[in-house]
């Protein structure tokens, strides 16, 4: 059954409901619109004849947003080394440990010379092979020169430091660098220098071991130093560890992956710095993966999917790619997060638990179709999706979804909540949907839709503050809904929602004051709600609709007071996405008519409209 919407359907002019109501299904008793015609049957100023039909980008602001590879180094990068031996990532700082001894490694076509080594340290050399057998503590290993057919293996019973000083390897026959140490590993690109891991598009892997990518490790891998490296995954994952990988300030890393995912971790993956650039073609692939959560504190990740989705045998479900999957949770704290997400069912951030956003700057993209294994089984592309809960305190996040039926934009599986942040969102289904109640406490949103609704909680929708544009659907669509049986209530906030013509009572009580009306008002208009002189705000639609459904909530509005709307308003000052809260109106255009704020739905009307059914 579809959703009510918070707009009363085929109405000229209403009060939005301000105490619990309900109406029948078959949406009797709503007033005529044919009196927006005004008495002599004419369009007034400003309003538009015809119609926009549903599939209409028309007027979307982030048409021309895009993502891709940035591989620029990052200037004025600052971060902050823990000192309280009790932090939990002090040790992961290599400037708190210490290492007496070095082991030199210098590869040359098809052979490795290894300097002299300490007491408690082995290494067999096969040609370009280099396997090390270390039972003491305070080793550090450094790697140079280059080898078509080389790597670099070790089994350490201490943790150790493994500085890539301008190394190239390629192994033909598995890893490139492969740590049977379960051990913190901190791994130095030494400043200036390019390095390159290349794995095989097959392994001879011993079977009592594991070796999972090009970069492998069975302990935590800490990456730091102002070095490059590119890793190449051609079989398997392109930076693993059976542990967690930590990403700090300086380093510059890009990794490809077409079997497998970019970066693999059990534990977390943690990116506090550096410029991080993943790319995955492989079948829903992942540019990280963590069984763990995902902590974005820092830096500069991209990513980009190009895989379909696939049925999981094992899960006997189906799985997309994603530019981040989280089995536990991702948070973002600060730094750039860019994803795009090409292939059938693809997604940009993906969690099985929750999403927590305080900081930082998130732009995704997705442009895949659903994909779909049978009648019952699919993945459908989304752009930020948790399957429990969603939460945005800060920062700024920018949504693109095009893939048609279920490329939703911002979506929780439990309670959405959005108390910050600046939030620009354009789909071609629901921008913004929760499976569970949905709490917009404040920030700045801006949602688009297509062909869907911009703004769908199927709990109860709570608007508590913040300013907010939502344009749904010029179709059968709503700006703001809530599902059947469910509530709407406005009690803070700036709202200007338009959408469709096929829509139904609001199942809500507000006590913020509201009006509600229906008009066709052309693109580009700018309609300006004034109390006498006094401008309440003016908003320029950027996008046609016929017969379109505007909700407007100011905490300006007062119970009971009649309010002026203008066409063709003359506007200067600052807007979110065309909706200005403090407007200097040079000339406030036509008057369209008057509505008044009130309390309780009915049939209030502006310019001369009659009630009665349609």
Known sequence: MRNRCIYLAMMAVVAIVATCCSVEDDNSGYPSMTGLMGNNGQMPNG??????????????????????????????????????????????????????ETVSIVYADNEATVSTLPDGVEAIVDGAGVIINSTIKGVAYELK????????????????????????????????????????????????????????????????????????????????????????????????????????TGTNIYITASNGHGIKANDYVAIGGGVLNIE?????????????????????????????????????????????????????????????????????????????????????????????????????????????????????????????????????KGVMNINGGEIEIATYDDCINSAGDMYLNGGY???????????????????????????????????IDAAEGKNIYITGGTVVGVGGSNASYPASSSSQMSIAFQASVSTGSTLTVADGSDAILSFTIKRGYQSGLYLISSPDFKNGTSYTVYSGSSVSGDDWHGLYTDPSVSNVGTELGSVTAQATAGGNSMGGMQGGRP
């Open 47 to 100: 309003m538009m004849p015809g119609g926009m039909g549903q599939n209409d980008n028309s007027g979307n602001d982030l048409q021309d947003f895009d993502i891709s590879l940035n591989t620029a180094a990052l200037t004025n990068e600052t971060e902050n080394i823990p000192t309280d031996e009790n932090d939990e990532s002090y040790e992961d700082y290599v400037e708190h440990s210490s290492f007496s």
């Open 145 to 248: 020169g280059s080898s078509s057919n080389g790597y670099f293996k070790i089994y350490s019973e201490k943790k150790f430091h493994l500085t890539l000083n301008g190394v190239s390897l390629t192994n033909p026959t598995g890893a490139a660098i492969n740590i049977q140490s379960g051990k913190r590993v901190f791994v130095t690109l030494a400043d200036g220098t390019s390095n390159s891991l290349v794995d095989g598009t097959s392994y001879n892997t011993p079977d009592d071991e594991d070796e999972k990518g090009t970069f492998f490790s069975e302990g935590q891998l800490v990456f730091n130093g102002k070095g490059s490296l590119e890793v190449t995954g051609n079989k398997k994952h392109g930076i693993v560890s059976d542990d967690y990988i930590r990403f700090r």
């Open 445 to 479: 949103i801006y949602a688009f839709a297509t062909n869907n609704d911009a703004i769908d909680s199927n709990g109860d929708l709570y608007i508590k503050g913040g300013v907010i544009v939502a344009l749904g659907a010029s179709g059968a669509e709503c700006a």
């Open 280 to 412: 995955v073609s492989g079948t829903a692939k992942k540019g990280i993966s963590s069984d763990g959560y995902v902590l974005v504190s820092g830096g500069r990740t991209t990513i980009l999917t190009s895989g379909d989705g696939e049925y999981d045998e094992d899960e006997d479900d189906v799985s997309g790619a994603a530019g981040i999957k989280a089995d536990l949770y991702f948070q973002m704290e600060g730094g750039q997060l860019n994803i795009k997400s090409t292939g059938a069912g693809g997604k940009g951030i993906n969690t099985d638990g929750e999403i927590i956003i305080n900081d930082g700057d998130i732009q995704v993209i997705t442009t895949g179709q659903t994909f779909t294994y049978s009648s019952d089984l699919d993945s459908k592309a989304k752009g930020i999706k948790s399957d429990t809960d969603v939460t945005v305190n800060g920062g700024t996040i920018k949504i693109k979804t095009t893939g048609g039926e279920g490329s939703e934009g911002l979506e929780a």
